[in-house]
């Protein structure tokens, strides 16, 4: 990670989004900060219904009319998204940032060929002719593993594979060079083999093109693969960031304890043992949010964890965590707390 100005690609603060149902006002995401500098790798993780999808809609602009978003900054090399009018916005979509959703077969248009939609992009964008486009989208295909390139482009979206049509997505998404790439869960819906094939090419393009990369994803094992930075996600609030190493090696906020302990390590986890889990369920985010939004599902809670809601506080530079207990708090201490006692 960089702490040059020039490159910071991504700066969020402060983002939350409501959505007004029948039941009552949504808090689907509340005061997120995040960002990404160029080269660097931010992995966005916490089980469905987090947030993280709708935190990737809002930064592209692409949230549904009846959302509504308020942030105290959202800015993309400097320049403010949130001021910028729709044809601005327009124009930076498919440019200079790029999104790689879940599922390409809904994502690509059925009745065009893969030639004709990643031509599009490249001529809406930078005016250039058909052929130059053409030949453009030829060598990302190559690129990202494509063979048989040219005779692909005359293909339509149903007589690809999943893993063929998320490549096409990839290259799509690269068609005109952008400095942000935010990738939402791109490998669920794909077999092991081909998850690691995609990872594979993600990593090589970043580092090829130098670009940020926002992955979104629930695997573990992807974000131990691919982040330089995490930022873990629950009930539409950020709970922990850090590199890495720390989130992975000396997880400082419950939510991210149980997660990791749900996961096997080879060498350490024995054959057979029982993997840890979360009880109950995400609470909802109707109506007014109250203390700490994981209390209810969390070993450690004690009488202040349901009281004034709990603010995310830094615990080092580039590490935060949102629990009113300390990192240095022992197992012991821990649950002397969740008993009431003072150690």
Same mark, same amino acid.
């Given at each position: ?143 990202? /593993?494509? @063979?048989?390139?040219?005779? !692909? +482009? *005359?293909?339509? #979206? ?108 080879? /060498?350490? @986890?024995?054959?057979?043992? !029982? +993997? *840890?889990?979360? #009880? ?64």
């Amino acid at each position: 990670m960089s702490d040059r100005v020039e490159d910071r690609v991504l700066d969020v603060e402060g983002l939350s989004v409501e959505l007004d149902l029948p039941a009552g006002t949504l808090h689907a995401v509340s005061d997120v900060d995040l960002h990404v500098d160029r080269g660097e790798t931010l992995c966005v993780v916490g089980e469905s219904g987090c947030g993280k999808t709708i935190t990737a809609l809002s930064i592209m602009g692409l949230l549904p009319r009846k959302a509504r978003m308020t942030a105290r900054r959202l800015t993309l090399q400097g320049r403010d998204l949130l001021t910028m009018k729709r044809r601005e916005l327009d124009s930076l979509r498919g440019d200079r940032m790029g999104m790689i959703f879940q599922d390409p077969m809904t994502s690509l248009n059925p009745v065009y060929t893969i030639g004709n939609q990643m031509e599009e992009i490249y001529i809406r964008h930078n005016k250039g002719g058909r052929k130059e486009a053409r030949e453009r989208a030829e060598h990302l295909l190559h690129k990202v /593993g494509i @063979t048989a390139a040219k005779s !692909r +482009l *005359g293909q339509y #979206p149903h007589q690809l594979s999943g893993g063929l049509r998320q490549r096409v997505m990839i290259a799509m998404t690269l068609m005109c060079d952008p400095i942000l790439i935010i990738a939402d869960e791109p490998t669920t819906a794909l077999d092991v083999t081909i998850q690691a094939q995609i990872l594979r090419i993600l990593a090589e393009l970043q580092s090829e093109f130098r670009m940020a990369l926002v992955l979104i994803t629930h695997d573990l094992g992807v974000v131990a693969r691919m982040a330089d930075r995490v930022l873990v996600m629950y009930a539409g609030q950020v709970v922990e960031t850090g590199t890495a190493e720390e989130v992975f090696n000396a997880p400082t906020h419950p939510y991210t304890q149980g997660l990791l302990d749900c996961i096997p390590i080879p /060498g350490k @986890t024995e054959r057979g043992a !029982r +993997l *840890g889990s979360i #009880p109950g369920i995400v609470p909802s985010l109707m109506g007014a949010l109250e203390g700490c939004q994981f209390r209810n599902r969390c070993s450690y809670a004690f009488a202040a964890c349901g009281a004034a809601p709990v603010a995310l506080r830094d615990l080092a530079p580039g590490r935060s965590c949102r629990c009113l207990l300390e990192p240095s708090d022992s197992l012991a201490n821990l649950k002397l707390k969740s008993a009431g006692v003072s150690a």
